[in-house]
């Protein structure tokens, strides 16, 4: 069981509340394509991640970065057994889309980048190891049901 | 993964837009790194204030960002560059490579929030290859 101090109980909730998933999820799963390209071998059937440009505005890279994003609110609404709660989608990843986990680390640090950029100065050390906590947590109750 | 011309001028553009704030950039990272992932606070044992804003966090996050400046400027063979500095990390310092990582991702983080118009996917991708070969280089004379 993962403690959580006050602190970061409200700075998660406060995050995600006030999180643009839209934006948000389509610069974090762009920019991991862009900076770790090998990542591009799981959208194949995406058609055109040429390049940056056509990443960036690619549709469909957008719509899957908000449905990503989105996959992080089950975290959110469940902070006190986040691994109970992502033993479906780690069977899935595992199973079914066979995502390497090393993958889940790099868009973990995609995402925080972006939310720096989001959030500028409000993005303290505290918040920043407050996030980065519960990222970790995510990724390591993801990558649980490998074998 | 080595750097491309493209790569090279991408870094070199964005690092002179922002060399002015070497200071704010550096201790930024560095009392993230420190604050962040505590156990890096183990090589400053010697410090009496290892908080953010103290003046030891200030002078030594110059100090590092002042040698990824100097870095910007020898692209073309970082290694043998870099040779004085992988010694003094190497044998005086003694920094287990693996914390090269850990500033290089508080440095990526600083630079988006101070500077998330140019901080771009692109910027983004030629700056961590760059930093990546900066630890390398570093590691040089480790064994």
């Not at chain 1, 056509?54 to 609110?73: C, E, Q, R, S, Y």
């Not at chain 2, 020898?74 to 043998?80: E, H, I, R, T, V």
């Amino acid at each position: 069981m993962v403690e959580w101090t006050d602190f970061e109980r409200t700075t998660i909730q406060d995050i995600f509340s006030k999180m643009n998933y839209e934006v948000v999820g389509q610069q974090a799963l762009a920019r991991c394509l862009i900076v770790y390209p090998w990542t591009q071998r799981y959208f194949g059937n995406f058609g055109n991640l040429y390049n940056a440009a056509a990443i960036m505005g690619n549709p469909m890279v957008a719509a899957h970065g908000k449905v990503v994003l989105h996959g992080l609110d089950r975290a959110v609404k469940n902070m006190d057994d986040i691994k109970a709660a992502y033993a479906e989608l780690s069977v899935l990843h595992s199973e079914k889309l066979h995502v390497d986990p090393d993958n889940f680390r790099l868009l973990g640090d995609c995402l925080t980048i972006v939310v720096a950029a989001q959030l500028g100065a409000g993005f303290t050390p505290e918040v920043q190891a407050a996030f980065q906590k519960f990222l970790a947590v995510v990724v390591s109750s993801l990558r649980r049901q490998y074998h | 993964m080595s750097l491309s011309a493209k790569d090279k001028l991408a870094v070199k553009t964005f690092f002179d837009k922002v060399a002015s704030k070497a200071e704010d950039i550096g201790s930024e990272a560095l009392a993230r790194t420190l604050f962040v992932y505590p156990q890096t606070k183990t090589y400053f044992s010697h410090w009496a204030d290892l908080s953010p804003g103290s003046p030891q966090v200030k002078k030594h996050g110059l100090t590092v960002m002042n040698g990824v400046l100097s870095a910007v400027g020898m692209m073309d063979d970082l290694k043998g560059g870099l040779l004085t500095l992988s010694e003094l990390h190497a044998f005086m310092l003694r920094i287990d490579p693996a914390n090269f990582k850990i500033i290089n991702h508080n440095l990526l983080v600083v630079l988006s929030l101070m500077f998330p118009e140019d901080f771009t996917a692109e910027v983004h991708v030629s700056v961590d290859k760059f930093l990546a070969q900066v630890s390398l280089s570093l590691s040089e004379k480790y064994r």
